[in-house]
């Protein structure tokens, strides 16, 4: 059988990444080449980490404008969906890593044949990807989640009368509060989504929140407090992130080890973000799971001694994880485009906001505005969580996201 030397280079490069991973010489990730795919303000930040470990990045991404455009010199534009651009970005990748986890899958599942280190892994992307195979995984390894059938089309929605009322949510596709739509009654089926689709028993929760997990190649895992979320109900967003959480202690512990349960059956590599719904009867269902860093993990920049992106970093290159111990008590709030507001960004209020002890400001190199979008977060830390939520609010009546003519 003739050797194929483009897996067995690819091989070598990998385990040449692990030796100096191993003895960290820093010298090394000068010339450490890692792609992200997406370009985003999740990629943004993790760029930003990168540049302490020496390690410059390359990204893909399809808008010339996306957020990572200027913080890195090679920025690519293209599809992170069509498989031979995803490919060709890949093969000259050392390390690839995703910040949204709707790119192609099948291009990563040939790369990691080939050699490069595609972390989180490609079939736990491809996992993710579709709602209702995360659902049955949660199922199979007897993680606990709400009552769901899988849905074919619109029409089988009706042979589940006993389920309504319930959410449906589309398998692929959804993002960001899309895909997801709440029908209270059967004759709700008239306006359903008409695609492959789960529909979940509505759970009567008393809260959402999420938990962050690392885990590096060794296997070894961190796992983050759990965080509470807020959410602006018109646009589905998370608002606000309350750290730490207010869940009594036995159960944010439950919370943890479900979240570990997760990562481990999975054995990821990199972060995990599991959001969870806690009902008001004290038990733990997992909602939906995002093998990247995520919105609720932002306050870990300024609030934990090791952000979700040093974290994510350490994870993929396989250095030993750090510290999740809380700094201080943290309120995390989005800052969304203003309803009627779409064209070039205006953030008024910014240079009050900015004047406010404990206050850190992060924007998202977004030029252009529209309702709802993520355009930036502040992270307010506080000796206790009621002073951090004071400001937070105070801070949320100053500041405002506008549209206005370019200067």
């Not at 529909?199 to 885990?215: M, P």
């Not at 959480?245 to 080890?257: Q, T, V």
């Not at 004290?282 to 040093?310: C, F, K, M, W």
Request: aromatic share 8%; proline share 4%; net charge neutral.
């Amino acid at each position: 059988m003739p050797i194929k030397w483009d897996i067995f280079i690819g091989i070598f490069r990998r385990k040449t990444i692990e030796y100096f991973a191993d003895r960290m010489k820093a010298h090394f990730y000068d010339k450490l080449r890692l792609g992200i795919l997406g370009g985003g303000q999740l990629g943004r930040m993790l760029l930003q980490k990168a540049t302490d470990y020496n390690i410059s990045a390359s990204v893909l991404d399809p808008d010339p404008d996306a957020p990572c455009r200027y913080l890195t010199d090679d920025f690519v534009e293209g599809s992170f969906k069509d498989f031979d651009t995803v490919y060709n970005f890949g093969k000259n990748s050392d390390i690839l890593t995703i910040e949204i986890e709707h790119v192609n899958a099948d291009a990563l599942a040939l790369l990691e044949k080939e050699g490069v280190g595609v972390f989180p892994q490609a079939r736990i992307i491809s996992l993710v990807q579709d709602k209702g195979s995360q659902k049955v995984f949660f199922r199979t390894h007897g993680i606990p989640t709400a009552e769901f059938h899988l849905i074919d089309s619109i029409e089988h929605i009706g042979r589940y009368t006993a389920m309504f009322p319930c959410m449906q949510k589309a398998r692929k596709g959804g993002y960001d509060g899309r895909g997801v739509m709440k029908l209270n009654k059967l004759s709700d089926i008239t306006s359903a989504l008409n695609a492959p689709c789960i529909i979940e028993k509505l759970i009567d929760f008393e809260r959402e929140i999420s938990v962050i997990v690392a885990r590096n190649r060794k296997g070894e895992t961190a796992v983050y407090p759990a965080v509470d979320m807020d959410f602006n109900k018109e646009a589905n967003l998370v608002e606000y992130l309350y750290s730490p959480s207010s869940l009594a202690p036995a159960i944010e512990n439950e919370a943890k080890e479900v979240a570990l349960k997760v990562a481990n059956e999975l054995q990821i590599v990199g972060v995990l973000a599991v959001e969870m719904f806690i009902t008001k009867d004290g038990n733990i269902l997992v909602n939906e799971i995002a093998p990247r860093p995520h919105n609720s993990g932002h306050q870990t920049i300024e609030a934990n001694i090791s952000s979700q992106y040093d974290q994510h970093l350490r994870a993929i290159l396989g250095l030993p994880l750090g510290s999740t111990k809380m700094n201080k008590a943290s309120v995390m709030l989005n800052l969304l485009g203003e309803q009627d507001h779409s064209g070039i960004a205006v953030y008024e209020g910014l240079k009050e906001v900015m004047g406010i002890e404990g206050a850190y400001v992060h924007l998202y190199g977004k030029k252009f505005t529209k309702p709802f979008r993520k355009m930036g977060h502040i992270t307010v830390i506080a000796d206790t969580l009621e002073e951090a939520k004071i400001k937070a609010i105070q801070i949320k009546k100053i500041i405002k996201v506008v549209s206005g003519d370019e200067l």
